[in-house]
């Protein structure tokens, strides 16, 4: 039986990771791990270097908490952090990451299950592995789905070999949310400073350009992208007139796009309004990429520049059916761990 939702706004795009990461040094490959630098501050290291400074907002339910209580926000949607999804690295590091990972998310939201919901990670790079842990992120421990990368090694995710992945998560339910990895971007725009502005809405929107001109997905599948589908929204039309030019079959990609949600994580009303205009205004649902410098502040704020129709569709009605895909019934084990 699912949990009740109380009223408030709902953000399906907010980060969390557990308090420690598994020890994978016996793994070849780069791994995160946190390095614990007093009792609500930590560092995210990736290979022994300092990646990025984090706090207690990451792990702690109850901080998190009174953060949604001051903005107004009913439920987030955790998921890892990109960096830690872990693509391009050896499978079997990868494998253990990610389930460690789920049991570590699943035990924060365990804490107030009317509050928070999950999405997991797998080990993409691995179809077969990154099935088996998404049923068990969907069946056992009542996750709505997985967050992934925009591309897994040097494969895009159109590629077929992913297909299997991308049917099990429509026939489960889930719902898959893709999201930039920062190591992923092209060196040139970091060179520039733009790896932010530009990289991030780039890289999603050349992984759903692959997705929407190559073979169809499952009419099941529900795929979110981050940031308001990145550049994608802006380029649909270009595509469409480049698949015309190439003698390709409808349906267009703007048409097929209209399969895919995205979230509201634009900072501009007109941005967000020509989102909702290529995706169509019941799949844009509001994130905030929450507790990061990225995120906005507070939860929202861009409805403000739309109607009140649209601010109430955005900010919770169209992400009442992702949140009803799967009951949520996390447990522990008196410990903290998800069981």
């Known amino acids: 039986m699912d949990q009740p939702f109380p009223e408030g706004l709902v953000d399906v795009h907010t980060h969390a990771i557990g308090e420690r990461l598994p020890d994978l040094a ?60 872990c693509h391009d690295q050896p499978v079997e590091g990868a494998a253990v990451l990610a389930a460690a990972q789920n049991d570590a998310l699943a035990a924060i939201a365990a804490q107030a299950p009317d509050r928070f919901r999950v999405l997991g990670a797998v ?71 733009v790896a932010f502005g530009l990289g991030m809405p780039v890289e999603t929107a050349t992984a759903a350009a692959a997705l929407l001109t190559g073979r169809p997905q499952h009419p099941d599948l529900r795929m979110c992208l981050a940031h308001g589908g990145g550049a994608l929204a802006q380029i649909l039309p270009r595509l469409d007139h480049g698949a015309w030019l190439a003698g390709r079959d409808e349906p267009r990609p703007s048409e097929r796009a209209r399969r895919l949600w995205c979230d509201s994580l634009t900072y501009d009303a007109a941005s967000l309004r020509l989102s909702l205009h290529r995706f169509g205004a019941e799949h844009v649902v509001l994130g905030t990429d929450y507790p990061f410098a990225a995120m906005e502040s507070p939860a929202g704020a861009v409805l403000s520049g739309v109607d009140a129709a649209l601010r109430d569709a955005v900010g919770r009605d169209n992400a009442m059916p992702l949140l009803r895909g799967r009951p949520h019934h996390l447990v522990t084990d008196g410990r903290g761990a998800a069981r």
């Not at 908490?65 to 926000?73: C, H, N, P, T």
């Not at 099935?131 to 159109?158: N, P």
């Not at 339910?173 to 060196?187: E, I, K, N, S």
């Open 26 to 85: 016996e793994h070849p490959g780069r791994w995160p791990s946190i390095d614990r630098v007093a009792s609500g501050t930590a560092r995210i290291l990736l290979d022994g270097v300092v990646y990025r400074e984090i706090d207690d907002r990451c792990w702690s339910a109850e901080r998190r908490l009174r953060d949604m209580d001051a903005d107004g926000v009913a439920v987030q949607v955790l998921s890892p952090i990109p960096v830690t999804l």
């Open 123 to 193: 080990p993409l790079q691995n179809p077969d592995l990154a099935v088996a842990e998404l049923l068990r992120c969907v069946d056992e421990l009542g996750f709505l789905g997985v967050e992934i990368g925009t591309r897994v090694g040097d494969l895009e995710l159109s590629d077929p070999v992913f297909a299997p992945f991308f049917d099990a998560a429509a026939r489960c339910g889930a719902l898959v949310f893709v999201h930039p990895v920062d190591l992923t971007l092209d060196p040139r725009l970091g060179a520039i400073g």
